[in-house]
């Protein structure tokens, strides 16, 4: 059987796409096995078991350590793991582990670099120089969104684009009811909880507009947002018309079925200028889940999501100029039957899919095999 193993210093289990892809390749005869280290702030967010798939972490004592001493532990410790099993290909999942990729690349391991996010340019001149490296040695490269890394004077081997869609499998079971009834409008949020993805001028216009709003959470804080929900919530917690709810974090399934009680979905970037927020159709799991869950979303207006809009139902790109408050209360009213939800969540079989987006990584590792 063979074996790809997953490199990344940060928790695979917080990226879908690498379950997804995992998934696949399971599905193919691949056994893959990761190796990464636990954040204490994605809570239970975590795989779902199958058989085939293993998933080990550093020790917890690790994360007390100087972050370049964890990594260099992580290092060793990924290099001894590699070398001891020798598996068909290894598949490195963030720029932190690049000299990793380059160090197996020259041991003759078959490396493959999937970049979800484009590295902080705070890191050291040495990851970014070791990221360059590994995008002209792996056998080939995947990131969510081929604009993003256009405009860089990369030398790439082979870049596919691989869209983080979710798996067809993972479209919700809807309740038969109508959603017209309730005069609130219920909003869902899911992911990291950043400020420039959840901007409080919105929610203030929002607050302002009069509409009964509800507005579930879901997800964790990063290291540089710690604090958000509780400013979110102190903020409004007078409010008459605008009710936040943090419900935490969960395995994808069960994020889903709770985004399936919502009426919308929110997809806003406040930053346009951050090189990852101007490339989010494509790299934004949020697109394919709230379609998954069977509900519309409202995004920022750009002009890669007036063409998304264009090519996906249920994708509505709203400027600050708009109206916001009547813009929520017509989705709700356009997306309240089942079988408008059924049809949103039909484009996911169709053409939406991680099967379809990862048919290119499937095709190229499988070719690596002896016949």
């Known amino acids: 059987m063979p074996t790809v193993f997953y490199i990344q210093f940060a928790n695979p289990e917080q990226y879908p796409p690498l379950e997804h892809g995992s998934n696949i390749l399971v599905q193919n005869g691949w056994a893959c096995r990761f190796l990464g280290r636990r954040s204490a702030m994605t809570g239970k967010i975590t795989f779902a078991g199958l058989n085939g798939r293993t998933v080990e972490f550093m020790p917890k004592w690790s994360m007390r350590l100087p972050a370049k001493l964890e990594f260099a532990v992580y290092a060793i410790w990924a290099v001894f793991k590699v070398t001891l099993m020798r598996p068909d290909a290894v598949y490195l999942s963030d720029a932190w582990v690049a000299p990793i990729g380059v160090f197996l690349h020259r041991l003759g391991f078959r490396v493959v670099y999937h970049e979800h996010d484009a590295p902080d340019p705070a890191l050291g001149d040495w990851l970014h120089r070791a990221r360059r490296r590994l995008f002209e040695l792996a056998m080939f490269s995947v990131v969510p969104n081929a604009k993003r890394v256009a405009h860089e004077s ?43 993805r959840l901007p409080m001028v919105f929610f203030e216009s929002l607050d302002a507009s009069g509409l009964d709003i509800e507005v579930d959470l879901m997800g964790y804080e990063t290291v540089h947002s710690a604090g958000l929900v509780k400013e979110l919530l102190d903020r409004f917690s007078a409010s008459a018309n605008l009710d936040f709810r943090f419900l935490g974090a969960f395995p994808r399934r069960e994020m889903l079925q709770r985004t399936a009680q919502a009426d919308v979905g929110l997809l806003l970037f406040s930053n346009p200028d951050d090189v990852n927020e101007g490339a989010m159709v494509g790299a934004s799991n949020k697109i394919g889940d709230y379609l998954a869950a069977g509900i519309p979303m409202i995004c920022s207006r750009t002009e890669e999501f007036e063409n998304l809009s264009d090519e996906l139902h249920g994708v509505h790109p709203l400027g600050a100029e708009d109206d916001v408050a009547g813009a929520l209360l017509h989705l709700k009213k356009l997306y309240s039957s089942t079988d408008a939800r059924l049809a949103l969540q039909g484009q996911i079989g169709t053409r939406c899919n991680y099967e379809k987006e990862f048919e290119g990584v499937l095709m190229r590792l499988s070719s690596v095999l002896p016949a």
């Open 154 to 196: 990369l030398e790439i081997r082979e870049l596919l684009e691989v869209r983080n869609f979710p798996a067809k499998d993972e479209v919700v079971q809807l309740a038969p009811v109508e959603r017209s009834e309730s005069e609130v409008v219920r909003l869902v949020y899911c992911g990291t909880l950043v400020p420039s």
